[in-house]
């Protein structure tokens, strides 16, 4: 492989969007930030500066960082944060992995500004299981928020209320025309007539699923969280924050005289106040002929309802693998994890008045263990062997009350706080069994683990007690849907301490999230690297 390297430069910028102006925390002045392309095989060097008041760290969503985890990025986990004037080389090499991941940042809400594609082709000579696209273009979803991110959790996480929503969804960046003030900020997509496009959609957004459809195009699946699915047809795409999902896109064999929507519109089925509003872009043929582009119809997809359960498990039901011959079949011998997943509430601190319900505090937890933050990174405590005071290795593995596997558990009440991690010796094979707990209506959670891709084994549209070991896809988030259930298996083949949490923003500020420690294999190269010398220090 080929060294590459990379400078990013987080530095405030004026964007305007919807009228409103505001300055936001960037990557090289861009937003959203730079697009990364590599190959696999490749080392990536990235020297990250920080101009800017705020702490940040760069997370590579889904790189699977084999034996690195100091380049991982969440902060307090893998590391400390990247001080105003500090820089952090994250360094890595691509082991096993081609196709559309992304980057972002994994501190406080900066990834809603702070984010960009991050593609790696195969290695030369290697071609795509599909035809060879024409072209190949990256579609970032993300959220346009009038007031800075940060101060809008911030606020949330004092008073116990939910957090204001965005004002507008983008696509790269653009919300498009059906916001007030935003026509000329809305994303065109020039086709020429007959050829394959191979759109590259990440889900950005911070608190949202979405679906997404073209009008008047149906596109064919070839792979999710860069792995390839076995392609199927379908108008209507389902992505959740954090996941990517590859589709080819034929345009019709003659320009047809229309101008078509590409849409983007929430799937929600929980009773919290959100941004229910429709982002479009434009698909537009290349006509030699400038006159036949007048008074064209417009034409717009048809999405499902905002609460349509039944779109969004169809879609997800279809999902299979093109190949899993790495999928670990055996059956734990140690049994399997039990978690709950969900909102909770804490209660309201003396002499404060919360805005929660019923005067509480939203709060979110796996198992009723709303996890804290440590004030230094786990990775650097386990790596020191220094545990005592920054974290305890008693995550539970059952909820706090008894499973069920044919509804929806008791609603949560307080959850506790803790600095808890699950400890896994080298190579344990992993089955997790989640369950969707819910107050105020209950909500899908996509839930992202680092470091490690798994295979969710239970497709939520069977029998709940059928598990899918023949073809299941691999993936690093996977949907626990509303009210529902997901199991997943992996193999801890991966030394270091690895995030897992749901790739809603709100609900990890809220703390659902939790770590698993992998221990080290017997052999050199199953050893966690020593950490670079520019590690940030706390
Ligand atoms: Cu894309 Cu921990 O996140």
Redesign the pocket.
């Known amino acids: 492989g080929t060294t590459r390297h990379f400078n990013f430069d987080i530095r405030l910028r004026n964007m305007t969007r919807l009228c409103h102006t505001r300055s936001m925390v960037t990557v090289n002045g861009q937003f959203p930030g730079p697009k990364t392309v590599i190959r696999e095989g490749d080392r990536v060097v990235v020297n990250v500066v920080n101009h800017v008041q705020n702490n940040i760290t760069i997370?590579w969503?889904g790189i699977r960082q084999f034996r690195s985890g100091w380049a991982d990025g969440?902060a307090y986990v893998t590391q400390c944060p990247i001080q105003t004037g500090q820089s952090y080389v994250y360094s890595f090499t691509i082991v096993g992995q081609r196709g559309t991941l992304w980057w972002?940042a994994?501190h406080s809400w900066l990834r809603a500004t702070v984010y960009g594609s991050f593609v790696i082709l195969p290695k030369r000579g290697i071609p795509y299981p599909f035809p060879k696209p024409y072209k190949e273009v990256p579609i970032l979803f993300g959220e346009w928020f009038n007031e800075d991110p940060e101060a809008i959790i911030a606020q949330a996480l004092q008073t116990g209320a939910g957090p204001n929503v965005s004002e507008a969804y983008t696509i790269n960046g653009l919300p498009g025309p059906l916001y007030n003030c935003s026509t000329k900020d809305t994303f065109k997509l020039k086709v020429k007539p007959g050829k394959a496009y191979l759109l590259r959609l990440i889900n950005a957004a911070l608190n949202d699923d979405l679906f997404f459809s073209i009008a008047n195009l149906s596109v064919t699946v070839v792979e999710t969280d860069a792995n390839y699915v076995k392609p199927f047809d379908t108008d209507i795409i389902l992505i959740g924050p954090?996941e990517t999902t590859n589709v080819l896109l034929r345009t019709k064999p003659t320009s047809p005289n229309a101008t078509f929507f590409m849409a983007a519109r929430p799937y929600n089925t929980g009773l919290g106040t959100i941004d229910n509003t429709t982002v479009a872009g434009l698909l537009e043929y290349d006509s030699s002929s400038s006159t036949s582009r007048k008074k064209l119809p417009l034409l717009k997809p048809t999405l499902p309802a905002i609460n349509d359960t039944a779109a969004a498990a169809n879609f997800s039901s279809k999902l299979r693998s093109l190949a899993s011959t790495q999928f670990p079949a055996d059956v734990p011998r140690t049994g399997s994890f039990y978690f709950t997943v969900g909102l909770g509430t804490s209660p309201c601190p003396r002499n404060q008045t919360c805005q929660g319900p019923n005067g509480t505090k939203f709060a979110a937890s796996i198992n009723n263990v709303s996890f804290a933050f440590p004030s230094m990174a786990l990775l650097q405590a386990h790596y020191l062997g220094q545990s005592k005071g920054v974290y305890a290795a008693d995550f539970p593995r059952n909820p706090p009350f008894p499973f069920n596997y044919t509804g929806t558990p008791p609603n949560n009440t307080f959850v506790t706080n803790g600095t808890k991690v699950a400890v896994l010796p080298f190579n344990t094979t992993v089955e997790l069994v989640m369950q969707d707990t819910s107050i105020q209506g209950a909500e899908s959670h996509p839930l992202?683990l680092?470091g490690n891709n798994f295979y969710p084994t239970k497709d939520p549209t069977k029998d709940p007690a059928k598990f899918n070991l023949l073809d299941p896809v691999e993936r690093n988030t996977v949907g626990v849907p509303s009210g529902g259930w997901a199991a997943i298996r992996f193999r801890a083949d991966n030394p270091g301490v690895w995030?897992m949490?749901c790739?809603f923003d709100v609900h990890?500020s809220w703390g659902l999230r939790m770590a698993w420690v992998v221990n080290d294999g017997p052999l050199p190269s199953q050893k966690l690297l020593p950490p670079p010398s520019d590690l940030p220090k706390c």
């Open positions: 997370h969503h969440p972002h994994h954090g992202h680092h995030l949490h790739h990890l």
